[in-house]
């Protein structure tokens, strides 16, 4: 009767492991190995027959319980050779830094462009001194023109000698006519307007004149006579006459510093010549 038992049990153990296998899962391809699963309880033992000893018979429980798949190190006893896709290498990227540089700002060389800012400023600042300085010059000469005005007082004759004078009225600067020599002596170039007016005697029907000279130069003329010639006869006429008139010169011209400016009287005969009195009718005048 033992003996019937212990082969009833042999046969249902190995249907029962035979079961457990097929139900067991195939291994998997290459993945790492869960858990053990925890086995099922095991199952009560038989019970012995009163002929038999009343100790306890060893059970063999048979688990059914399925363990999930833990992310700990569990010993697989898959066999499966893993065809999974291997890992992308890791690439290490280095990043450069730009060499363009940013806004306002350069890669040159500071000092050298400042020399050379430096030195085109003052050539600028040395042509706008010199440029300012000239036009101050100009509007100094414009604000405080060299100028005279001298007179005579008395009547004159003398055909060798310039006309000399009694006064200047204007005279700036002081010093710009030599009254004595009736000389003008110019100090600055330029243009200058020049006038001589005088009451001329043309004594006799004779003719006088008055000539402006610079460094013994005519450069003009002022004259006075009469004419004799008769028209209506075509003869000269026999009458004696005498010419009073005022006549005066006045012209432009360009003189440079250094330069004598004077007058000088020619006539014909003996007892022609420029007068004057009180009444100031003989006068030299300048003007830059």
């Given at each position: 009767?033992?003996?019937?038992?212990?082969?009833?049990?042999?046969?249902?153990?190995?249907?029962v492991?035979?079961?457990?296998d097929?139900?067991?899962?195939?291994?998997?391809?290459?993945?790492?190995?869960?858990?053990?699963?925890?086995?099922?309880?095991?199952?009560?033992?038989g019970?012995?027959?009163?002929?038999?000893?009343?100790?306890?018979?060893?059970?063999?429980?048979?688990?059914?319980?399925?363990?999930?798949?833990?992310?700990?190190?569990?010993?697989?006893?898959?066999?499966?050779?893993?065809?999974?896709?291997?890992?992308?290498?890791?690439?290490?990227?280095?990043?450069?830094?730009?060499?363009?540089?940013?806004?306002?700002?350069?890669?040159?060389?500071?000092?050298?462009?400042?020399?050379?800012?430096?030195?085109?400023?003052?050539?600028?600042?040395?042509?706008?001194?010199?440029?300012?300085?000239?036009?101050?010059?100009?509007?100094?000469?414009?604000?405080?023109?060299?100028?005279?005005?001298?007179?005579?007082?008395?009547?004159?004759?003398?055909?060798?000698?310039?006309?000399?004078?009694?006064?200047c009225?204007?005279?700036?600067?002081?010093g710009?006519?030599?009254?004595?020599?009736?000389?003008?002596?110019?100090?600055?170039?330029?243009?200058?307007?020049?006038?001589?007016?005088?009451?001329?005697?043309?004594?006799?029907?004779?003719?006088?004149r008055?000539?402006?000279?610079?460094?013994?130069?005519?450069?003009?003329?002022?004259?006075?006579?009469?004419?004799?010639?008769?028209?209506?006869?075509?003869?000269?006429?026999?009458?004696?006459?005498?010419?009073?008139?005022?006549?005066?010169?006045?012209?432009?011209?360009?003189?440079?510093?250094?330069?004598?400016?004077?007058?000088?009287?020619?006539?014909?005969?003996?007892?022609?010549?420029?007068?004057?009195?009180?009444?100031?009718?003989?006068?030299?005048?300048g003007?830059?």
């Open positions: 009767m033992r003996s019937a038992i212990f082969i009833v049990l042999a046969v249902f153990c190995l249907l492991i035979t079961l457990a097929a139900k067991r899962p195939k291994p998997s391809k290459g993945g790492k190995g869960g858990k053990p699963s925890k086995g099922g309880k095991g199952g009560k033992g019970h012995s027959s009163e002929e038999t000893q009343t100790a306890p018979s060893a059970g063999f429980g048979i688990g059914k319980g399925k363990g999930k798949p833990s992310k700990g190190k569990g010993k697989g006893k898959g066999k499966g050779k893993g065809k999974g896709k291997p890992k992308p290498p890791t690439y290490t990227t280095t990043t450069v830094a730009p060499t363009t540089t940013l806004p306002g700002s350069c890669n040159c060389d500071v000092e050298a462009i400042k020399a050379a800012v430096l030195a085109d400023i003052s050539v600028t600042i040395t042509n706008l001194e010199r440029e300012l300085n000239a036009t101050v010059a100009q509007l100094k000469n414009i604000s405080e023109p060299d100028v005279f005005s001298c007179k005579r007082m008395s009547g004159f004759s003398n055909e060798t000698v310039p006309v000399p004078y009694t006064a009225d204007v005279e700036k600067p002081i710009l006519v030599d009254i004595s020599t009736g000389k003008f002596t110019v100090q600055r170039d330029g243009t200058y307007r020049l006038t001589f007016t005088s009451r001329m005697s043309a004594m006799n029907g004779q003719t006088i008055a000539d402006m000279y610079v460094n013994g130069v005519r450069i003009g003329r002022a004259s006075a006579s009469l004419d004799t010639f008769d028209t209506q006869t075509n003869t000269a006429s026999t009458t004696i006459l005498d010419l009073e008139t005022s006549n005066t010169l006045d012209l432009l011209y360009d003189l440079a510093a250094g330069d004598e400016v004077y007058m000088m009287i020619d006539y014909v005969g003996t007892t022609s010549l420029i007068q004057s009195s009180m009444n100031y009718q003989i006068f030299f005048t003007e830059w």
